[in-house]
């Protein structure tokens, strides 16, 4: 995580991404301070740990020790936490418990379904689609605006009230309105 005069922010590895070219994320700050929080409990965690093996007592955290251990099961623990979220539900198929993680709108809520998320927040939010592809580490805009945002769940009704009125002149007649080419 980054420091100092600079926005918060954290370093993904070229290893780790898709692109294979590493990024700096920027992270909210109240994001940022519980990510140290949480850096902070782990580092105390370690040198009690030592402490109770009799072993050297660690000033800092490893470097390269990742920020989040993501277990193998991972999609089972997803499953089940949206089970008893109840975003999910558990059905019988062939004598096997499936778990069905489909909307009434036929979406699925999965791990990439968060990217979505993200890109949909971010349009709602206004943030410009350039900045919004690269918030996501997208190489094409369309890929961010027709994919990763749900036009459903875009304020329509706030982008239609913030256009310019059109008063009525005193004649009673509207104003012209003037044409954008």
Known sequence: MGGGGRVPHLLLNA???KNRRGSEIPLRTDL?????????????WAQQAARDADEPIPAAL???EPLFDVPDGLIRIFDRDLVFA???RVEQR???????????????IDIHA???TFGTHLSKAGVPLRT???????SDPSLTANVYTD??????????????DLPLGADGERAEAVAVM
């Not at 519980?34 to 850096?39: E, F, N, P, S, V």
């Not at 036009?151 to 310019?164: F, Y």
């Open 132 to 138: 919004a592809q690269a918030a996501m580490r997208h």
């Open 151 to 164: 036009p459903k769940l875009l304020d329509m009704a706030r982008a239609v009230a913030s256009l310019p």
């Open 32 to 44: 940022a301070a519980d990510i140290r929080a949480w850096l902070a409990d782990r580092l105390a």
């Open 114 to 116: 968060l990217r979505h």
């Open 86 to 88: 109840g975003l999910a």
């Open 94 to 108: 062939g004598g096997k418990e499936v778990v069905v993680k489909t909307d009434e709108r036929g979406r699925t």
């Open 15 to 17: 290893r780790d991404e």
């Open 62 to 64: 490893p470097s390269d």
